[in-house]
């Protein structure tokens, strides 16, 4: 170990609520194995519970989209050098970059050059965009943490170090869940059927995705009365915003029930899901629920990105399965009347519902992995061979 006290000291970063849980998985194997290590950095509440130190707040890199990373780029460029003269100056054993490609590969390329191992956990979607980043890992990186199957392959070919780890949701969540006692936890009506929406957990993404998903949810209650809609909310300050903009929208009379947190419950609980596209539509499906995938973002950032991507799909599951499982519509495309059509589908088609579980149900086996112990060992292996 590289302190004068033998003590170990890990260095991490994770931007946002996604990669808060993904480390969490990671240090509730790690932990145990280095019992006085020191970690700190960047990172949620998550992380904390294993007592990791936060030396900035998560929220400030919690920022997607082109145009809206260019407005913060000062105040978070400034958070990387400093947090990288710190750690040249402190030579932690290993810095673990969980996903936040944009903040963490330019750290990791200096960390690395100085000698620190460097560890990146879960791959940037070079297989979705942007491919030629694979260039710029290999020189960040000293040992990949991929977190889908596929991805193993594509990294043993450009000689990047890589462990698949399966991805941590396939084990946080059942095989099978109980949705009668997720009602019962949110008081739901046991017979109703019942939407949850999920608009995303970054404030950019409840932004732009907000008036068109409770435009949905109205619809759906005209057409369904006795329908019940549930609004998980990531934080404090994603719950204000959202009211604002809902009741700047005139949307405040459509009957949602808004919750703290709790979101795997507002799945458990939902014949049907509308969710914003990213992590939330994994966890989805590893509830095995029919969910329609939109997203909307500033139109300036969507015109770049819809012109730079490698396949069909935005959507994890479909990703997955290679095809149009559920509905995706993006941008202009995520009319409320579409989604509501879309989402009255799954509602009403017995036959779709089951077909879906099945495919969810193999989707989930197929991430199942120990993925603490895994990433945990490849983590210590890492510390040992430097």
């Known amino acids: 170990m590289t302190t004068q006290t033998n003590r170990p000291i890990i260095a991490m970063v994770a931007g946002e609520t996604s990669g808060d849980m993904l480390a969490n998985r990671l240090l509730s194997g790690l932990r145990p194995a280095l019992p006085d290590a020191r970690m700190h950095g960047i990172g949620g509440p998550r992380m904390a519970e294993h007592g990791f130190i936060n030396d900035w707040p998560m929220d400030k890199l919690s920022v997607r989209g082109l145009f809206e990373v260019l407005a913060h780029y000062r105040e978070i460029s400034g958070i990387r050098k400093q947090l990288r003269e710190q750690l040249l100056l402190e030579k932690p054993d290993v810095f673990i970059g969980v996903d936040a490609p944009d903040f963490n590969l330019d750290l990791e390329i200096q960390l690395k050059r100085a000698g620190i191992p460097t560890m990146h956990y879960i791959s940037p979607s070079i297989w979705a965009w942007r491919g030629g980043r694979i260039k710029k890992i290999a020189e960040a990186v000293s040992h990949m943490l991929v977190v889908f199957p596929f991805e193993e392959e594509i990294y043993r070919k450009a000689g990047i170090p890589v462990t698949y780890v399966g991805h941590p949701l396939a084990q946080v969540i059942p095989m099978e869940t109980d ?4 009602r019962d936890e949110l008081g739901l009506d046991k017979n109703a059927r019942v939407v949850t929406i999920l608009p995303g957990s970054r404030m950019s993404e409840i932004k732009y995705n907000t008036e068109a998903f409770i435009q949905t949810a109205k619809i759906l209650c005209q057409r369904d009365p006795h329908l019940q809609i549930v609004v998980p909310m990531a934080g404090d300050k994603q719950r204000s915003y959202y009211i604002k903009l809902v009741v700047d929208a005139k949307l405040d009379n459509v009957p949602v029930l808004l919750i703290d947190g709790r979101s795997h419950t507002a799945i458990a609980a939902a014949n049907a899901v509308l969710v914003a596209s990213g992590t939330a539509s994994l966890e989805v499906a590893l509830f095995k629920k029919p969910m329609v995938i939109a997203y909307k973002m500033i139109e300036a950032s969507w015109q770049i990105l819809r012109h730079m991507g490698y396949q069909p799909w935005i959507g994890l599951p479909n990703i997955l ?6 509905p995706e519509f993006l941008q202009s495309a995520a009319r409320p009347d579409a989604m509501a059509d879309a989402l009255w589908q799954q509602l009403s088609d017995e036959a779709l519902q089951e077909r ?9 086996h197929s991430l ?19």
């Open 368 to 386: 199942l992995r120990d993925t603490a112990n895994v990433s945990a060992q490849a983590v210590l292996q890492l510390i040992s061979a430097s």
């Open 321 to 326: 399965s290679r095809e149009f499982l559920v």
């Open 179 to 182: 949705m009668a006692a997720a």
């Open 356 to 364: 879906l579980k099945q495919r969810f149900v193999d989707m989930h």
